[in-house]
């Protein structure tokens, strides 16, 4: 599942930085606007097909994307966890 989470959030941050949209991320997956959605919040699979799309007009690697980038995920979606947790 972190797997899943961490790689939407990094399409996400690399998406923002190319100025896409959601909509532009669903006509690069072939999907709707919801599933693109679900994609980036790690809720659904894309196929190989899709990963070599993204990658391809993120401008990134296959490998690069996969691979995540953990610093975007801690800030983006572990934000919450802080350490000022008490018992």
């Known amino acids: 599942m972190q797997g899943m989470r961490m790689l939407g959030s ?3 941050h690399l998406a923002n930085c190319k100025n896409m949209s959601l909509s ?3 006509s690069v997956l072939g999907c709707s606007e919801a599933d693109a959605y679900a994609f980036i919040k790690g809720r659904v699979f894309a196929s190989f097909p899709q990963i070599t799309a993204l990658a ?3 401008g990134v690697t296959i490998e690069q994307l996969l691979s995540g980038d953990e610093t975007s995920y801690n800030a983006n979606v572990v ?3 802080n350490g000022d947790f008490q018992d």
Do not use: A, F, G, W
């Open 56 to 58: 391809d007009k993120l």
């Open 79 to 81: 934000h919450c966890i």
């Open 24 to 26: 532009d991320l669903s």
């Open 10 to 12: 990094y399409v996400e």
